[in-house]
């Protein structure tokens, strides 16, 4: 199974530029990287998905590099509202891991 | 709003009580899930629905009982539950099941207290 594997927290300020790793080693050739928020007492949300290279949308960018085995979510000029929780999910051909949450990363960010 | 719609929001019971969730999404998506998030826990994914069969039940206890009269409805029934089971139940819905390219869309969850 590819594992995924996030930092655990992370802090910022207001403004700044947020980049979050996930290291997926064993990502197969068909599997894509979907990120999601979750903010307190609501259900995660989709944020961007991506198979190679760079997919950039209104929210965030999502670089992955050419051998897959790792992603950066880059949140541009966070705001207190992108205080959640960032989930990393790598899917298969059963879809089994795409459905898969691990702990995720906390992003706190401070004014 | 997500087009996946959960009710109730809160809901306080007892271990002798029986109660459902309800979950209904407007996506026309084929695919729908159970999640249970426990404190400071990832989400545990329950259930699985595909075009209104139960595909998968990750060991779940029989004191939950999903129910998916069809694609766009999603139930889950409770009862003699223990206090270990209060959490925030998601429900999630997807164009399909299988694909690693699937999105998921989930509800805003039911807060579940067993007292």
Known sequence: LAKTTQPISMDSYEGQEVNITCSHNNIATNDYITWYQQFPSQGPRFIIQGYKTKVTNEVASLFIPADRKSSTLSLPRVSLSDTAVYYCLVGEDTGRRALTFGSGTRLQVQP | ?115
């Open chain 2, 1 to 115: 709003e997500t087009g996946v719609t959960q009710t109730p929001r809160h809901l306080v019971m007892g271990m002798t009580n029986k109660k459902s969730l309800k979950c209904e999404q407007h996506l026309g998506h084929n695919a729908m899930y159970w999640y249970k998030q426990s404190a400071k826990k990832p989400l545990e994914l329950m259930f699985v629905y595909s075009l209104e069969e139960r595909v998968e039940n990750n060991s779940v206890p029989s004191r939950f009982s999903p129910e998916c009269p069809n694609s766009s409805h999603l139930f889950l029934h409770l009862h003699t539950l223990q206090p270990e089971d209060s959490a925030l139940y998601l429900c999630a819905s997807s164009q399909d099941r299988w694909g690693s390219n699937e999105k998921l869309f989930f509800g805003s969850g039911t807060q579940l207290s067993v007292l």
